[in-house]
Nanobody
Framework: QVQLVESGGVLVQAGGSLRLSCAAS????????MAWFRQGPGKEREFTAA????????VYADSVKDRFTISRDNAKNTVYLQLNSLKPEDTAVYYC????????????????WGQGNQVTVSS
């Protein structure tokens, strides 16, 4: 089973961009479906984006579509989330997650989680 370590969370102004990274340990990263979730202040954890093992299939929440991009580099055992045109409502702790079968938007379907990374967007 992989272990996930995230990096890249910062304070950024509205309209800005940043990239989150999630590095995985283990040799089987390329077989995992990967996803990003986020949890804003006082909110439940919500799906943000997901990607298939090959990277050919991606899915996004409507709230981030056309602004965020999920990608992966299997040679580096890393999944990324590029966040553009950030809004104050994007402020949240961002988590990467992994599961071994079927791309899913439900957090309960993922059994491996990163530690979370705070992203704060100021207005």
């Amino acid at each position: 089973q992989v272990q996930l370590v995230e990096s890249g969370g910062v304070l950024v102004q509205a309209g800005g961009s940043l990239r989150l990274s999630c590095a995985a340990s283990g040799r089987t990263f390329s077989t995992y479906f990967m996803a990003w979730f986020r949890q804003g202040p006082g909110k439940e954890r919500e799906f943000t984006a997901a990607i298939s093992p090959s990277g050919r299939t991606t899915v996004y929440a409507d709230s981030v579509k056309d602004r965020f991009t999920i990608s992966r580099d299997n040679a580096k055992n890393t999944v990324y989330l590029q966040l553009n045109s950030l809004k104050p409502e994007d402020t949240a702790v961002y988590y990467c997650a992994a599961r071994s079968i079927v791309l899913s938007q439900r957090s309960n379907d993922y059994n491996v989680w990163g530690q979370g990374n705070q992203v704060t967007v100021s207005s």
